[in-house]
């Protein structure tokens, strides 16, 4: 009887309710709302909402992104109605509710959009800062500043949690209240080299791809440092898939690529060299430097001009609110570097030199008679004013040069040699910013290289000397522009133009006993280049968002004209802050090769632009790849690629250095070069693998790259495709950092690097040339013989594999006016001999041809001394 | 004085760098001899020149190491020809029968060498026409006490074929004492000059040619002209020496040229050439 009292009891509830929710999809009807009472404590609104829905039986419509669904939510309704439960839950004053037959549909309006726009700021110095990410709560967007520390995003208004990230600074976390458009400075703190623990980089939080790099310049001090001397480069040797030539050669191969194929921009002019001693060195030491980028593949349509990397550095303007700076001790050479205001908060200017004095310390050791000697010095010096609130100017110069000599005197008989060889990049830059939205970056510049080789003979019967000179000036002008079009729609856009002037081959052989032998001038050659490109970085949706792009060059030389059309793509993909895919598709042509015949970083290498004959080179890459977060401490990243290139150009078989020096340049002229070049395929493919780990006061990481690269001509190696001289089958590098206290730090590196490629003879022999007979069988006098090397396949040999490992200990304090740093470094510290190059050799104890490797390097321990104040 | 020394001993350590030699036997496979053997349908006598290979850089492997018991065998179709050594450092000699070599027919060299294996390759005289050498201009210049002849001359290609073309420059020297005494010798004897028929414009290949008479002072005997063969020479001919002749055995950063034979399982060319037109240019 209980059981059928109940049972009514509930079958009336029920009747009940269900009228109730009946009146209330009715809404329309005079009938009340039904009204429900429902607690919740702490739990995520979607949640919430999911559990309202199973009580009032309507279906709740929402999107969980929209209204923030993993929000926690508590509150205890009693008899209220279901929209009023949604709406104070939601808390959004944007919501609006839907009712539907059996539905409740939670909309939220779009708020009024304004732009929020700024630049970041070193805080202490105002240098601006290129490449910080701001991030706002629950990723809903995300902005990155320019390469003039610019940003601007419209979005729509409201309050949000602004994260602002940036490798190297202390991560700032801002509230922005934004009702209207809004311009601010925000300055972020750089980490103490004295902090406990180790400098966090961006991967603590943003989990990055390794297609593009940004080098954190202020870890270079941390690490070992050959001779003592920091360098940014080598930095850039130790993450995936940058691999080193050799040990004198810093050129970085990226994808297969050879180093003339890699852009290296200085404040947005071009650097045709950026080596020292033989490539020992980069041209920075890195203390002057405020960013360095490199990009591997997915190239913004803003660059061009090379089909392999694009190396973006920029100078500090310089402290505008005090004057600081820092010198340093090597045992090679020593640097100084001073900046600070002109006009307090306005205007500063920022002066580096550096130079080596290997030359003084060689002349004290050598004979009076014996003097060899080497010098590299550079200079930079950046200066830059605010024009209003707007307005910006910049001006940067770069001046470097490299002087090797060797003088000897032996009975009467003088040999003099000179190689020099030297870089100036100048730019002017005004920054516009012409609305809060649109950003305008206007820039004048000039680039000069020229490397000359001189050797000079004197003896009392006379004097003989030969020169071979090459160099290269550029004058250009270029404007950028950043326009907002919306939150979703960035677009970037620009127009350059560059007048070449090209001075391939100049070489002079003298002889005083028989007068002016031998000039082959190649007559400069002029060229003309123009490209303009437009590019949209494209926010698709939360998840997706990508970059399409497109750029047009024109190269003029003489009456020959080539247009390249250069489509670009790149998609990114980002289902949470775990992982990241990306995938790109790239096309870009290079006008410019730089011959050369040697691993070793000297200056015998030419720049010859494109000509009637000689085609730009193209190159097309596809690459894929993702990163992986799965906490704080670990990041893993792998990049896969295939880049395809047409026209490669190399000198022809049996050419070199030396053919130019000494040939009778039979067709010199601008076309001279088109007789000693041959121009091929090169395809390369391979992965690049990065596994990062860093807790506490540890930092460690591993690179490791894998690939292949193939080259064909059909004048070389009889046609066939042959593996190219710098294929680095694998190529893998390990870095350690770790703070043993606050002002102690140890870290280590390992390289190590497959061989490169050369041909080997793999036999010789010797042929004799017939001469032909007359009627009567009889030849005309002897015929000489003639030795002749058989070498197989081209690059058939590859030499032993390049490793080291280098350690060292660096102690920091800070001194009444200023900080010290000294550390101790030694290099190849298990003495490993390098393939440095290979000779052709006789052993006299065997009787044997041998090959013998030369090696440069051994263990070689160092002291440095750095002052910053 | 003490950083000086510190740099000193870093510089003895760098010289000092212990450097790894590889013995060049243990790297690649020497197949054992390179041949040079070169026919016509003209020659009395035919030459194959043999040396043994080896792996090393210096000197002429067949006057250190001459190869003399080669067994040299060369067939056409229907007969052969035994060439045995005749006791130079690398060369083997045969006296054809009349008609041996004959345009359009198929010839295989044969070798073989005890202890190192059998050698052979295979080649055909073809049929092209050789035009007339056309002389051109002869200059002399001097510098200091040489004496210079530049001298330039052409030919005519004959279209609708493939031609390769080789030049032989010999220098003729008279002997004042007995006008009927004279001499011909290459003006350089390692050095073949092949041409490819690209190079000819419209139609023409031009060539330019240089002689230093003082090389050849020779008394009684004086230096009166320059006499030139023209050959069309088969592809394989061209190709092989056109790449020798790139390669510079005194530097050693050049591009190595990958010299491109047709002998199986040796180094070295088998070819042929037909037709030789001659030209001979009086000097000044």
Redesign the interface.
Known sequence: MLRIKNYCKDYWLKRLLLACLFATTLGFTKAQSPTFTFRIASTPLKNALDSLQELSGIRLFYNSDKINGNKLVSGNFINQTLPSIVKELVANPNLELINKPGQLILKIKDNEKHTWSGYIKEKGSSEVLIGVNLVANGNSWVVQTNDYGFFSITIPEGDYEVKVTYIGYAPKLISLSLHSNKEEIILLEPESYLSEVVIKDELEDKNSSIYKLQVPLKKIDQLPALLGESDFIKYLSLLPGVSKGNEANQGMYIRGGTPDQNLVMIDDATLYSCYHLFGFYSLFSGSELRSAELTKGGFSSKYGGRTSSVLNLSLKDGNREKWEGDFGIG?LSSHIMINGPIEKEKASVLLSFRRTYLDA?TN??LEETEKAGYHYSDFNAKINTDLGKRNKLYFSIYTGKDNFFSNSEYDGERDQSKITWGNDALSFRWNCQLSNKFFLNTTVFHTGYASTIQIKNTESSGSSEFQLRTSIKDYGAKVDADYLLSKNHWIKFGVMGTQHFFEPNISRTYSS???L?NTNNTSEIEATEFAGYIEDNIKINQYWSGIAGFRLNSFRNGEKTYLTPEPRLMLFFEPNRRWNFNASYTHMSQFMNLIS??MIGLP?EIWVPVSESINPQIAKQISAGYAHKPNKEWHWGQEFFIKQSSNYT??????????LILSQAPNSGTNFYDNILVQGQMLSYGSEMSLKYTKNKLETWVAYTISKTEQQFDE???GNWFIAMHDRRHDISWTGIYKIRKSLIVSSTWVYGSGFLM???????????????D???N????????????????N??RA?AFHHLDVSIKYYWEGKKGKHFIGLNVYNIYNR?NPFFY?????EN?G???????????I?PSLNYKYAF | MRFNLILLILLCFWYSCQREKIVLEDYGTDKGIGVSAFITESDLMFNVYLSNSRKTIGGIASEEEPLTNALVTIYSTSDSLVIPYDGNTSSYLGIPSPGFFKQGVNYRLNIEVPGKGVYSSETQITNYYVAPIIEGSVKQRTVSSDKYYDLELSWEDQTGYKNYYRLVPLVVMLNDSEITDTLVAPIDGSTILVYDDKEAIDGIIKVKTSILSNTFDFPPYRVIGVKYYLMNVDANYYKFHNDLKKINYFDQLNNPVILQGNIKNGYGIFASYNGASEKTFLLP
């Open positions: 045992l310390i004290s050791i006993n028989i007068g032998t015949t040697g015998s190399q000198f022809a078989e049996g050419i070199s250095i030396w053919y070389i190696n009889r041909s080997l003879p793999e036999a010789s022999f010797t042929l004799s040339p017939h001469i032909p007979q009627a009567n069988g030849v005309f006098g002897f015929s000489q013989q003639i030795p002749a090397h058989h070498y197989g396949q081209k058939s040999y032993a001999y000779t052709l050799g006789y052993n065997t044997k041809d041998v090959l013998v490797l030369n090696s440069l390097i051994p070689l």
